[in-house]
């Protein structure tokens, strides 16, 4: 699973990492500590050249009349994304990279303690690119939306004690096969979907300030000094009903 992520590299440093056109990265774009389902999140998108844009989080399949369903396929799993006709078509045609520094998720500690957030990022502290697809929804007055969700897979040793799913990471040796809009062989594709390995990994509990979509800045990762029973113990984490389709947030 993954329904909350940060970004917070400077847009100079992104420009950098990814080897970019800076005409091709928003000028706007501001460090991010806690980005969360239906809101814009950043991506790398294959357009005459690799270019970071924007896009709804949440993917709706076309002809949906509701945007709301977007709420519910945050995630597509790597087992079933070539099967399920919500995904399968984006998963041949329409890839992008989620591009992130660090991503959440809650341990259940048992004993009915809330659920303890945790941050997990590569131990280099550098940005990466999670594996996703995106299809565009038009509503009623005609306006166009490019919509997406991540693709998750089996987690490492780093992330297993803390949930059952993690993003898969692409490495930067697979993104550009995995953008390539004229790629379409399923298993080849399926094949780039690798769990990444624990060992450049690090996770750590944090505060549960950040259980509160509503909740920006530094404070967000920083790690946790208090036993979970301290932990802002009556707040409970923000999240819609979202699956992939079948698991629901924390």
């Known amino acids: 699973m993954c329904g909350r992520f ?37 991506v790398l998108v294959d357009d005459r050249g690799t270019r970071l844009t924007l896009f709804r989080w949440g993917l709706i399949p076309p002809g949906a009349k509701d945007p709301r369903v977007g709420s519910r396929m945050i995630n597509a799993r790597r087992e079933t994304i070539a099967e399920r006709s919500a995904f399968r078509d984006a998963f041949r045609r329409r890839r992008c990279l989620v591009v992130a520094d660090g991503f959440y998720e809650w341990r259940d500690v048992g004993g009915g303690v809330p659920k303890v957030p945790h941050y997990i990022r590569l131990a280099s502290r550098r940005p990466f690119t999670m594996a996703a697809i995106w299809s565009p929804w038009t509503d009623a007055h005609g306006e166009s939306t490019p919509t997406c969700a991540i693709v998750t897979g089996e987690p490492n040793a780093i992330v297993q004690p803390i949930h059952d799913r993690m993003p898969v990471i692409l490495r930067p040796e697979v993104r550009d096969a995995w953008l390539a809009s004229d790629h379409d062989d399923e298993a080849a594709l399926g094949a780039l979907l690798r769990t990444h390995p624990a060992e450049e990994m690090e996770a750590f509990p944090v505060s549960r300030f950040v259980n509160s979509v509503a909740n920006e800045g530094s404070r967000c990762i920083e790690p946790a000094t208090e036993p979970p029973l301290t932990l802002f113990p009556m707040e409970a984490p923000d999240s819609p009903n979202a699956t992939e389709a079948d698991d629901t947030p924390r």
Do not use: C, H, K
Not at 25 to 37: D, E
């Open 6 to 42: 940060s970004l917070t590299t400077e847009r100079p440093d992104l420009i950098r990492e990814f080897g970019l056109d800076e005409n091709r990265v928003p000028a706007a774009w501001v460090p991010r500590f806690n980005l969360a389902p239906t809101q814009p999140i950043p």
